[in-house]
C-alpha cells in the first residue's frame, strides 16, 4: 500500500461512535506544506470534522487536527513502504482518538439527561 492508498482508506473508513457508521463526518487534508528542514519531505495536515449531532437545538461540532511529518517519501521502495505504514498506523489511532473523545462527549451530556440527536440516519 502506498502513501496515497492509505489516506484514501482512512478517509473511506466510516466506523464512529456507538459503534455505527457515519459516512457524513469529513475526514481530509488540511494542508500540505514543504517541510522546513528536510528536502524532499512534507508535513501533512489531517483534519477529522463531525456536525451530525444536535443537543438542546444546537449544533454540537467536533474537529480533531492531526499534523503528520513525512520521513522517507524520497526514498526507497521499502523506506516508502515503512512510511506508508507508519501513516496507517498514526491515522487508525488518530481516528481512535477522534471516536473515543466523541463518544465521551456524548456520554457525558447523556448523563446529564441532555437529548442528543443525529442527523446521521445509521444512528437512529
Known amino acids: 500500500m502506498n502513501f496515497g492508498e492509505v489516506i484514501q482508506a482512512w478517509k473511506e473508513n466510516c466506523r464512529w461512535i456507538d459503534g455505527r457508521i457515519n459516512p457524513y463526518v469529513q475526514k481530509d487534508i488540511a494542508g500540505v506544506m514543504q517541510s522546513p528542514t528536510t528536502p524532499g519531505e512534507v508535513i501533512v495536515r489531517f ?29 526507497t ?34 448523563k446529564k439527561d441532555i437529548r442528543v440527536l443525529t442527523t446521521n440516519p445509521y444512528g437512529w
Not at 498514526?90 to 471516536?99: G, T, W
Request: charged content about 40%.
Open 47 to 75: 483534519v477529522i470534522i463531525d456536525k451530525t449531532y444536535f443537543a438542546e437545538g444546537k449544533e454540537l461540532t467536533y474537529q480533531k487536527e492531526l499534523t503528520y511529518p513525512t520521513v522517507f517519501l524520497g526514498g
Open 77 to 110: 521502495d521499502e523506506e516508502k513502504e515503512g512510511e506508508a505504514n507508519r501513516l496507517r498506523n498514526v491515522l487508525d489511532k488518530f481516528l481512535q482518538e477522534a471516536i473515543d473523545e466523541r463518544q465521551q462527549e456524548i456520554n457525558e451530556l447523556r
